[in-house]
């Protein structure tokens, strides 16, 4: 299992931050995935005028992540010009809560990427909806 390097991990975001298309809000979030093989992947938020078609940086790190081929995560980072660091919404923690249970969020601001918070998964959504599937018989 790949080991949290937190300063690292912010840092990746931080990058990723860079492609963010933010022209209505201009509120330009990265995120970081990291495998439990070590790979670190990124994504950036992606706005619409039609703000229903928005996607979160960390929901494009995750559908590149599991769209080639990769389901095991241990961390997502999630870095925006935000007091504190930006929460992921109600939609990532859902879809984090499905396809990365165990992993750790880490917040930052990106004006002070040393002062990192952190949640699990489960702290962020308790009692999350997921799919059960039906047993025969």
Known sequence: MAKINK???????????GGAVAPHSNFQVGAALLTKSGAIIGG???????????????????????????KHFVAVAVVARA???????????QLLAEYAPDAVVLVADSRKLAAIR?????????AAFVNVPAKNG
């Not at 979160?56 to 599991?66: D, M, S």
């Open 7 to 17: 300063p690292a991990l912010i840092y990746a975001a931080a990058k990723a931050r």
């Open 118 to 126: 952190e949640f699990s998964v489960k702290e962020l959504l308790p």
């Open 44 to 70: 950036a938020n992606v706005e619409s005028a039609s703000y229903g078609l928005t996607c979160c940086a960390e929901r494009v790190a995750l559908f590149t992540a599991l769209t080639s081929g990769r």
């Open 83 to 93: 007091p504190g660091g930006p929460m992921p919404c109600g939609a990532c923690r």
